[in-house]
């Protein structure tokens, strides 16, 4: 997380009308994709200043329902393989933070996970099975075993640790440390056996320590590649990117070839705009887009070369970024202009810019991406852009949320017949 001294919304740095809203609610979905015979979607929005998380439905555009969770409520993430949906309480300033996890069929809380101090974001690995959660006050990451509903082993990190990210391969952790400018880097093992009637320190430990880097300021945000070869870890305390190489299995064609690469090791330091905050990757992993908070720009880097193909002025105070599947544009949330800026990374320009509410932050689509939905800090509200029309994109609608909101995510449902 960031300091207050950089100005940077809330969420961000953590790691960013009432007859209007009226009159833009439940609208109806005239135009819209069809959806099948009990399809469900809804977005959550995690509300850091009201401890509550505001319910979305995506089919009728209309709030759903006001869940009530703990404290400060920040990161977000869904199960793939569960309807469960789990928000990160980050708690008093002074005391222990938890895990609220939403039931998604019923859209209610139906348990509670205690945590360390002032955790903020939350990895889920792709089993749906394990759940890595970095506590920044307390520096140490916890690992929920999602199953048994409760934490099973604890591991050191450096200095309060923002983000802890899970490779696809679930064979690596990565922590960002900000103030202690570094990443720490874990070998997981994915499933040891548990025993679910014994303490977490009588558990077989799933984390190994493998390597830590530092000269990394302020280092926050990360990417993992999709075959899980690499890291790109945000560098927001300067204008830097790090790639970080994370080692193969022994038995890998990749580590067959190149017994080097069985090693975790620096790649490079990329030089990108100042204060980078958020990296976004391009589904396929060839790209990574860098949000540079304090010159207003954003940074191309090739995942393949690991090069700076070059930097862009994007909007005022960018601090998002989201691609779209078929990897051909980029969605960035500009925070001090109060829009949404569209490039097109096959053209390499900015195609067009869209109003929002105050202080836009985090991104998130709906499944089919239809919508792009924007989460406005500083008004209390989430922005439903349409991304598809006669027209091109356009700002459909402004659904209520609640107060600081600080993340989205969204959950499709299809009930069985």
């Given amino acids: 997380m960031h300091s207050n001294t950089t ?9 960013a009308a009432a007859a209007l809203l009226s009159s833009l609610t439940a609208c109806r979905r005239s135009d819209f ?68 996890i939403i039931d998604a069929g019923t859209n209610k809380v139906v348990y509670t996970i205690g945590l360390h101090r002032q955790p903020y974001f939350i990895s889920v690995d792709p089993a749906g099975r394990r759940a890595y959660v970095a506590n ?3 520096n140490n990451v916890s690992v929920i075993d999602l199953d048994l509903r409760r934490e099973i082993a604890v591991a050191g990190t450096g200095e309060s640790p923002g983000l802890a990210r899970i490779a696809p391969d679930m064979r690596s952790l990565i922590v960002t440390n900000r103030a202690s400018n570094s990443v ?35 280092a926050t945000d990360a990417v993992i590649l999709p075959d899980s070869s690499k890291a790109f870890i945000a560098c927001s305390g300067g204008h830097q990117v790090m790639s970080i190489n994370l080692a193969a299995a022994p038995d890998s064609w990749p580590a067959k070839q190149n017994p080097s690469l069985m090693n975790d090791s620096v790649l490079a330091f990329l030089d990108v705009g100042e204060t980078p905050v958020h990296l976004a990757m391009k589904p396929d992993g060839g790209e990574i887009f860098s949000s540079n908070f304090a010159s207003g720009s954003i940074s191309e880097i090739s995942t393949y070369t690991n090069e700076v193909g070059g930097t862009y002025p994007i909007g005022n105070k960018p601090v998002h ?11 960035v949330s500009n925070f001090g202009a109060d829009s949404l800026s569209l490039y097109s990374i096959d053209d390499g320009k900015l195609v067009s810019s869209l109003r929002t509410g105050s202080s836009p932050d985090f991104l998130a689509f709906s499944a089919d991406e239809h919508l792009l939905l924007a989460a406005d800090a500083h008004s209390g509200d989430v922005a439903v852009i349409r991304t598809l029309g006669k027209l091109g994109p356009n700002l459909f609608t402004i659904l209520p949320a609640g107060a600081s909101p600080n993340a989205i995510v969204v959950k499709a449902i299809t009930a069985k017949n």
């Fill in 7 to 15: 100005h940077l919304p809330k969420f961000t740095a953590a790691f």
């Fill in 321 to 331: 970024g989201l691609v779209t599947a078929d990897n051909s544009a980029l969605w």
């Fill in 136 to 138: 920044s006050a307390s």
């Fill in 184 to 218: 720490s880097i874990f070998a997981v093992d994915p499933t040891p056996a548990l025993d679910p009637n014994a303490p977490a320190k009588q558990q077989p430990q799933p984390l190994h320590f493998r390597a830590s880097f530092d000269h990394c300021p302020g």
């Fill in 33 to 100: 994709p069809d959806v099948p015979s009990g399809y469900r979607e809804f977005a959550y929005v995690s509300n850091g200043g009201a401890n509550t998380v505001s319910v979305l439905d995506l089919v009728y555009l209309r709030p759903d329902r006001t869940l009530q969770v703990g404290a400060n409520p920040s990161g977000m993430a869904v199960n793939p393989v569960k309807n469960e949906v789990y928000v990160v309480n980050s708690g008093p300033q002074n005391g222990n933070g938890s895990i609220t």
